[in-house]
């Protein structure tokens, strides 16, 4: 199964899961506003049962001065919310805002009464939001952990940072709160204009329901989005964690033209931008995202995950492959005597020992292929492998080989080493204490340049010698004068056995 599909199949899945959960959290977003919507019905009624004749109430009559007694009702039950209800900060600054701008008189009254209702109930709104949203990141990090291997340190903390992240300039806990303020300005306006009309509770009841229907939806299509948006943030955290660098678009459901345009397309982690090139793309957006890489481990891996292995599984089989066989006198690889390893291609052929492991590792360099320029890191494989009685070359580079950017993952548990200064100095010096025959790979950014490369350093009779293995040269060590000063890295590779990276950087020499 290939990357694609398997990815797909994956988060088709996982979406089912969701749009279960969704729904029950729907029911209890509902549940709030109907709540919200009954304490604020029986306000209205209340104050027509008090204030209002047969014929109805006027403006005027609402708006005279209530009495001392309501007041002091008032009071006591702010009191007692604020006090049971464990209020938020935002909560607590609209109790401010009620209790500074209220005006003593009866339609005013009314209106600081339902809008204690509406801070209680956006209060808990906002708090289930946070407990919904705070659950569905914490899932979706110990989902990807599950995949892929390796969790982000300090769970709990990610979360809080992905749950309130702004969006589009705003926190999910800002849109709630600018829900509450159009829901209150639409009721104040509904009951301004009930007094000026004359209209009864019945008829004021049936156009609450239709306000409180619209913030309803608003409040539906945040927790859709707000969940699309933690879902992202967690997948995409969780890749790079894991050493990813780039991640594909999957356009799930019934996937909008917008989403559908980008579906299967591969962006960097870092460019990542929700309504750009990740999900969310919209409100409501259904889509997600999964690990990219052009890589043949890569879909082994997911071949192995797939048949219902596990991701510590397959590191475990990696690490239990047969130890490469080493001589007793210095501890370096017999290459006259190629190991036979776990892993290792039954097409490969061995080959006698020869000097000119350096001109034929990489073939390709001379044939004007421009993916045979490029290809240094595959070419340190080759050669290795090359140097142990394989007769393998290097690779093509492809577009997004994951060893150009990790070149020691070639290699099975390397002691990478990173000097300060260009390095040489450093080499020399590890290097006179290894044995005749060692070789260390070598990994610099060049001064001024964004690109680097990958080359040799072999021990021989006691002398360092550095080799491009890519063109087949050897190399001066001024070549260190061009290099920026602490990005050099390098590790011993003599003695280490290849990962199915390095493996797969090889294939069979004609």
């Known amino acids: 199964m290939d990357s694609k599909e398997y990815w797909r199949k994956r988060e088709e899945e996982n979406l089912k899961h969701n749009l279960k959960t969704e729904a029950e959290y729907l029911k209890t977003i509902n549940s709030y506003y109907d709540y919200m919507m009954d304490q604020i019905q029986k306000e209205i009624n209340g104050f027509y049962a008090k204030y209002a004749k047969k014929e109805g109430i006027t403006l005027a009559e609402a708006k005279k001065r209530v009495s001392e007694a309501d007041i002091k009702a008032y009071e006591r039950k702010a009191a007692k919310y604020v006090k049971e209800k464990n209020f938020s900060a935002e909560a607590n600054a609209e109790m401010r805002l009620y209790n500074a701008t209220m005006k003593i008189n009866r339609l005013e009254m009314l209106k600081a009464n339902i809008g204690l209702e509406l801070v209680d109930g956006f209060d808990g709104l906002q708090k289930y939001f946070d407990k919904i949203l705070t659950k569905r990141t914490l899932d979706e990090l110990e989902r990807q952990a599950g995949i892929l291997g390796k969790t982000i340190h300090n769970n709990a903390k990610a979360a809080h940072s992905i749950v309130n992240a702004s969006f589009h300039n705003a926190k999910f806990s800002d849109r709630i709160w600018m829900y509450q303020d159009m829901l209150k300005a639409e009721l104040s306006n509904l009951l301004q ?16 329901e239709k306000r409180f229907g619209v913030s309803k939806a608003d409040a539906e299509r945040l927790m859709r989005t707000e969940l699309a948006r933690v879902q992202t943030d967690a997948q ?53 995202v999964a690990a990219w890489e052009d890589d043949e481990e890569y879909e082994a891996w997911l071949d192995f995950l797939n048949k219902g292995g596990t991701t510590e599984e397959w590191e475990r089989l ?36 020869v000097d000119n492991v350096l001109k034929n590792t990489n073939p390709g360099y001379y044939s004007g292929d421009e993916k045979y320029k ?26 997004n080989h994951y060893l150009e950017r990790n070149p020691e993952e070639a290699w099975v548990h390397p002691e990478v080493e990173k000097p300060e200064g260009s390095g040489l100095e450093d080499i020399l010096n590890a290097m006179k204490q290894l044995p005749d025959g060692s070789r260390v790979e070598i990994a610099v950014k060049w001064k001024n340049n964004a690109s680097g490369h990958v080359f040799v350093a072999e021990k021989k009779n006691e002398k360092v010698y550095f080799f491009d293995v890519q063109s087949g040269e050897k190399l001066s060590p001024k070549i260190f004068d061009r290099v920026q000063n602490g990005e050099t890295r390098f590790w011993r590779i003599d003695n280490l056995e290849p990962s199915d990276r390095g493996i797969t950087a090889c294939e069979v020499g004609e």
Not at 238 to 263: M, V
Not at 374 to 397: F, I, L, P
Request: some cysteine; charged content about 25%.
């Open 374 to 399: 490029t290809n240094c890191t595959n070419c340190v494989s080759a050669y290795e492998m090359r140097q142990r009685g394989y007769d393998v070359v290097a690779k093509a580079s492809t577009g």
């Open 236 to 288: 995409l955290r969780s890749l790079k964690e894991n050493g990813f660098d780039q991640y594909e678009f999957i356009a799930l459901g019934s996937a909008c033209d917008i989403c559908k345009e980008i579906d299967g397309k591969h962006f960097d982690i870092d460019k990542a931008q929700p309504g750009g090139n990740a999900p969310p793309m919209h409100p409501n957006c259904r889509c997600s």
């Open 318 to 353: 990696k690490k239990n492959r047969k130890t490469v066989e080493k001589s007793s006198e210095n501890g370096t690889i017999k290459s006259k005597n190629a190991t036979s390893y776990e892993g290792i291609p039954k097409k490969w052929k061995t080959i006698a020992f």
């Open 193 to 208: 204009i009930g007094m000026i009309q004359g209209r009864n509770p019945r008829v004021l009841a049936r156009h609450l």
